[in-house]
């Protein structure tokens, strides 16, 4: 079977470290931490080894189906912005089927981002996973975002709308506790449920509305005070489990300014079946730095089809992209119902295919128009060619005067030097940098390599516009 070059959906399932989030509960604090090292490892061994960063992914046949879906979804999210008389409109896409494109490129969350104009001291989510300085802030948020659950990933917190929490009858917080002890809340199809503690601060439950001391609720949020978890834990109306999050119950704290912080404690409850995965991957994109994001297809097939309207289409649209990234731009040029000619350029080395001597780009393009069937376009002529080089530009000169007598070409001479990649369209990158990509024919005359292992060609560009 040949080597397929995306991944597909997780194997998380396979994992030492798969748990439920009730399991975790019941680790001390000294369990939890080698279970974060465990996971830890697990990720990026997974990572480096299979290709298989730490998202859901989904499976071969998946992926061509949402390509299909691509191609066969109208682009119909745009919004006209009556209340700002400068905008254009709104594109509104929530389209789901175009994240399967991300599955092409598994470094994406190996990107470096940084605050600020440099990129020095940025960090990347796999890095996170892979560097030995960042492990205890990896064990840090992994408590705060998994099991004190800051997301809520996992639980919901007890409130007075009956929809929410049908089991609970109106009685206060306190009095849910115990009921819950007891036996009289969890039965039925709610029998595989529990509850665990949250502590908060008065401060940051006040935003859910105004107090009301008889029902102990903050709007809709009901609480416990720390004097009354203090006496069900006396009462032994709650185990080590539900109050693990917690550590001490005190009622306030007193910064070193003299303000003083008041808590209260939230009642969370929860499935004890509940996996540990996928669920924490939102916790790995959002609590592990900041993520690198596509640019959405159908956003930039919405973009193609609707600003050449006034193109009267004989031959191919040609797009020209400077920066081609994670291959959004790319699927939106192959799922667009109009004949396209996409050139794209980029100079990250991870988006080259060593193995094959193409770019990943190209794989992707090649893995659609072999498995998808349009039936949507009255003819489907997506002619794909991107590169992708690293090469450095020592010299290029562009001759003034060399228009040829029909006025439609120019003449360029370039000197490159580095390496190729071994294949000498690389060299067309740089080219649509200087030229511009809607001017272009890839038509090269003369490409070799000088004594000195440069790289030198001539190339005559076809160009579209009046001199």
């Known amino acids: 079977m040949a080597k397929k070059y995306f991944y597909e959906q997780s194997k998380f399932s396979e994992f030492k470290s798969n748990t439920t989030y009730h399991q975790l509960l019941e680790k001390t604090d000294d369990e939890f931490n080698d279970w974060a090292r465990l996971i830890r490892k697990e990720i990026v061994d997974a990572w480096d080894i299979d290709g298989q960063p730490p998202v859901k992914g989904k499976d071969e046949a998946q992926i061509i189906s949402h390509f299909g879906k691509l191609k066969k979804d109208d682009c119909d999210f745009f919004i006209k912005d009556d209340d700002d008389s400068e905008s254009l409109g709104i594109i509104k896409n929530f389209n789901k089927s175009q994240s399967v494109v991300n599955q092409f490129f598994p470094t994406m969350l190996k990107t470096r981002i940084s605050i600020g104009e440099s990129a020095d001291g940025g960090t990347s989510i796999y890095d996170y996973f892979a560097e ?3 492990e205890d802030g990896f064990i840090k948020t992994m408590a705060r975002a998994v099991k004190r ?16 929490n049908a089991f609970w009858n109106g009685q206060t917080p306190y009095k849910f506790v115990k009921d819950a002890y007891d036996g009289k809340i969890f039965k039925g199809k709610w029998e595989n449920h ?4 949250h502590r908060t601060t008065e401060a940051s439950i006040r935003k859910y509305g105004p107090l009301n001391e008889n029902k102990q609720t903050y709007g809709t949020i009901l609480f416990l005070t720390g004097k009354q978890v203090r006496r069900l834990i006396k009462e032994g109306c709650l185990n080590k489990r539900q109050i693990s999050n917690i550590g001490d119950v005190p009622d306030s704290k007193t910064l070193k300014n003299g303000k003083i912080v008041k808590y209260v404690y939230n009642v969370r409850w929860y499935n004890i079946n509940d996996g540990i995965f996928p669920r924490i991957i939102q916790a790995f994109r959002l609590g592990l730095g900041q993520p690198a994001v596509n640019f959405p297809a ?10 050449t309207n006034h193109i009267e289409q004989e031959e191919p649209l040609h797009i020209y992209d400077s920066s081609s990234g994670w291959g959004g731009r790319i699927m939106g040029a192959m799922s667009s119902r109009k004949k396209t000619h996409y050139v794209g350029t980029d100079p990250n080395p991870d988006n080259f295919i060593d193995d094959l001597g ?5 794989y992707m393009a090649k893995y659609y128009n072999d498995n998808v069937v349009d039936t949507h376009s009255e003819t489907m002529s997506n002619f794909f060619a991107v590169v992708v080089s690293v090469t450095t530009i020592t010299s290029m000169t562009v001759s003034s005067g060399s228009w040829l007598a029909n006025g439609n070409h120019l003449h360029v001479s370039f000197l490159f030097k580095g390496n190729l990649n071994g294949f000498s369209s690389s060299v067309f990158s740089f080219l649509l940098v200087f030229v511009g990509a809607h001017f272009l024919r890839n038509n090269f005359n003369a490409f070799c390599a000088d004594s000195t292992g440069n790289s030198v060609g001539e190339v005559n560009i076809n160009n579209d516009f009046d001199r």
């Not at 659950?149 to 929410?164: F, G, H, I, N, P």
């Open 358 to 362: 193409i770019s990943r780009y190209e």
């Open 132 to 134: 030995d300085s960042l």
């Open 298 to 307: 159908l956003t930039a097939k919405w973009i193609y089809e609707n600003y």
């Open 149 to 164: 659950d800051s997301m809520y990933a996992w639980c919901r917190s007890l409130t007075t709308v009956k929809d929410e």
């Open 194 to 197: 529990d509850i665990v503690l």
